[in-house]
T-cell receptor, first 113, second 110 residues
Framework: SAVISQKPSRDICQRGTSLTIQCQVD?????MFWYRQQPGQSLTLIAT?????????ESGFVIDKFPISRPNLTFSTLTVSNLSPEDSSIYLC??????????FGPGTRLTVT | QKEVEQNSGPLSVPEGAIASLNCTYS??????FFWYRQYSGKSPELIMS????GDKEDGRFTAQLNKASQYVSLLIRDSQPSDSATYLC??????????FGKGTKLSVKP
């Protein structure tokens, strides 16, 4: 398995501001992902964080709103920009291991006021 | 559009019974299948992975896969109140990502 940490665990932000979430994995992994889980819903993939290149975004998610960085094989950040109340959600990073199993961080609970 | 379908429940079983959770998927070429458990306010925890047809057992959990029917199931034997959670079925995507069902909420009554 893998140990994945995220910071912050939760935050309350004002409309129009941005929040950057950090994700750290305890081992080098080839693939990292960012998901969103809205209240009472399942997980939706935002993007694949590619090391050394631009992230690959899913339909409905754009780089201007969700810029992602991945400077190395153990670390990634997701920024949620120009916040609105609709962005209130839990944001989760995950790492794919060579076994094809995927493990999740503890999540970041974002509330936008 | 690849889809994963689960009965949202809630599924209620008495303590000690077998809980049966089911999942169907739309993409016939899918190769990897996972069950995650998610407690309220926590992130998903991987409990089972299965890649080939048949059964895979791990402790009280058994995952079953039938690729011809595009069907995955999870059996929990001797259910305990601590098993009460939402169970998410996930199918591996072509890019290594996961496609999740909406989850089945399980309640185990003492």
């Amino acid at each position: 398995s893998a140990v994945i940490s995220q910071k912050p665990s939760r935050d309350i932000c004002q409309r129009g501001t941005s929040l950057t979430i950090q994700c750290q994995v305890d081992s080098q992994v080839t693939m990292m992902f960012w998901y969103r889980q809205q209240p009472g819903q399942s997980l939706t993939l935002i993007a694949t964080a590619n090391q050394g290149s631009e992230a690959t975004y899913e339909s409905g998610f754009v780089i201007d709103k969700f810029p992602i960085s991945r400077p190395n094989l153990t670390f990634s950040t997701l920024t949620v920009s120009n916040l609105s109340p609709e962005d209130s959600s839990i944001y989760l990073c995950s790492a794919l291991l060579p076994s094809y199993e995927q493990y999740f961080g503890p999540g970041t609970r974002l509330t936008v006021t | 559009q690849k889809e994963v379908e689960q009965n949202s429940g809630p599924l209620s079983v008495p303590e000690g019974a077998i809980a049966s959770l089911n999942c169907t998927y739309s993409d016939r070429v899918s190769q990897s299948f996972f069950w995650y458990r998610q407690y309220s306010g926590k992130s998903p925890e991987l409990i089972m992975s299965i890649y080939s047809n048949g059964d895979k057992e791990d402790g009280r959990f058994t995952a079953q896969l039938n690729k011809a029917s595009q069907y995955v199931s999870l059996l929990i034997r001797d259910s305990q109140p601590s098993d009460s959670a939402t169970y998410l079925c996930a199918v591996g995507g072509s890019q290594g990502n996961l496609i999740f069902g909406k989850g089945t909420k399980l309640s185990v009554k003492p």
